[in-house]
């Protein structure tokens, strides 16, 4: 099995529990480093370089059957390209493209590739977001998603290559980075939270359970020619959330309330207005679809999630802070 991006968040930790099945694994990682994470014993590391239209994947392609592919231009907050747009397209849509088209002409039989919530927009209201939701993506990193996903139908339906796609919200674990990192810090150094009143709902999936979702992708006949939504199954409030993470570090949850409108206006003022409007905001998917037709189940709840990105945070992160 080939895993693209297998240096990555998702990526190395995949390649574990793939090792740990006793699978044969081939890593392709943009270049070797010798500071880079380490990789289970017998995985084959390749280097493919920059992934963009041109990447040449005939190496890590060869005797391969099934590839599940991570590697992405990944969604930052504080994005700094001129044109993002054209920035994302050039890994996850021209990139995604030529891997797809190698694969089919090398004998691949199945890609599943790690999409985003983005797909479908950056809020909910009435109801979840589903499979069946017309997809409205609003900034670049979900346009390019988008665009890949469709791409990839296309060259399946030309090719007979089988395609799975799963679209993943907020991923956390041991190695998170971004705005739960930085949530978690807070947490941890007993900063006061204004956000006590927030009644909102978001999905979240932890990092164990989307590698147990991919696997299930990567090997059940059911799942080709199929998108999935994939999640925890246990949508969180911002301030159930922190107080999960204070749990977990074993850390006081120092909460307060202040109206929502109120912390909106703030964060507009101060230039975080997508920062506030995340943390006050709903965003869920409904994940039924995956547990109906391939029988997944999450094999950990959001606790042991949280329990175990705990333990990472104060055994690693902490030291550094």
């Known amino acids: ?99 797809a088209r190698d694969a089919a002409a090398q004998g691949v039989r199945r890609l599943v590739f790690l999409s985003s919530v983005k797909v479908n927009g950056e809020s909910t209201s009435d109801h979840p977001f589903t499979e069946g939701d017309a997809p409205e993506p609003e900034d670049a990193y979900g346009i390019s998603k988008r665009e890949a996903e469709q791409l990839l139908w296309k060259i399946a339906a030309e090719t007979g290559l089988e395609v799975v796609v799963l679209r993943a919200p907020l991923v956390y674990g041991p190695g998170v980075k971004g705005n739960f990192l930085r949530l978690m810090n807070l947490v941890a150094r007993g900063w006061p939270l204004p956000l006590a009143s927030v009644r909102n709902k978001r999905s979240l999936v932890y990092l164990g359970n989307l590698v147990d979702a991919l696997i299930a992708a990567a090997q059940s006949p059911a799942a080709a020619g199929r998108t999935f939504m994939v999640s925890d199954g246990e949508d969180m409030s911002t301030p159930e959330l922190i107080r999960g993470i204070a749990k977990a570090l074993d850390a006081p949850p120092r909460l307060f309330a202040l109206p929502v409108p109120l912390l909106r206006a703030s964060g507009a003022l101060l230039g975080k207005g997508g920062e506030t409007a995340r943390l006050t905001g709903s965003l869920q998917i409904d994940s039924s679809k995956i547990r109906r037709e391939l029988g997944w189940r999450p094999p950990f709840s959001v606790a042991q999630g949280l329990e175990d990105t705990g333990r990472w945070y104060w055994g690693t992160v902490s030291d550094k802070r």
Request: proline share 5%; net charge positive.
């Open 1 to 99: 099995m080939l895993i693209t991006g297998a240096d990555g968040f998702v990526g190395n930790a995949l390649c574990e529990e793939l090792h740990r099945q006793n699978h044969v694994v081939r890593a392709a990682v943009r270049s070797l480093k010798p500071s880079g994470p380490s990789f289970p014993p017998q995985t084959e590391v390749v280097s493919i370089g920059s992934i963009t239209g041109n990447t040449d994947w005939t190496r890590a392609l060869k005797g391969v059957v099934t590839i599940v592919h991570l590697a992405a231009r990944a969604h930052v907050i504080r994005e700094d390209s001129p044109d993002a747009l054209a920035a994302y397209r050039v890994v996850n849509v021209a990139g995604t493209e030529k891997l």
